[in-house]
């Protein structure tokens, strides 16, 4: 009865089991790939997905996306397809935090102060 959604750039996207419930719950398209399967939408409509979610009864944890920081992997020198060498890149990660629990008792997000 609890869902999690996660703010992924301009979207906010759920996974798995939560996905399922958005699908069934708040009429999303459900994107399958290999191993998962995911709901995305717009991040204009998230008050519109929490109000059907909430309508069902169900309590919503979103997360926002903080500041992107780069974690330094260790220098990898291989070679290319052309015989050089190359060295790989830092990978860039996001932190995600949760910003508020809306409940069917509280259903109005405040993503305007996000």
Known sequence: EKILIFRVGCTYESCGLDA?????????Q?????D?????????????VLDDLTAAGLTVAVYEEGEAY???????????????????NPIRRRHRNLFQ???PASPTYLYESC
């Open 20 to 28: 399922l419930m958005c699908m069934k719950y708040a009429f999303r």
């Open 30 to 34: 459900l994107i399958r790939s290999k």
């Open 36 to 48: 998962n399967r995911r709901v995305s939408f717009p991040y204009f409509q998230i008050q519109e």
């Open 70 to 88: 780069e974690i330094r992997k260790e220098r990898v020198n291989r070679k290319s397809a052309t015989g050089t060498n190359r060295k790989s």
């Open 101 to 103: 629990v809306v409940s």
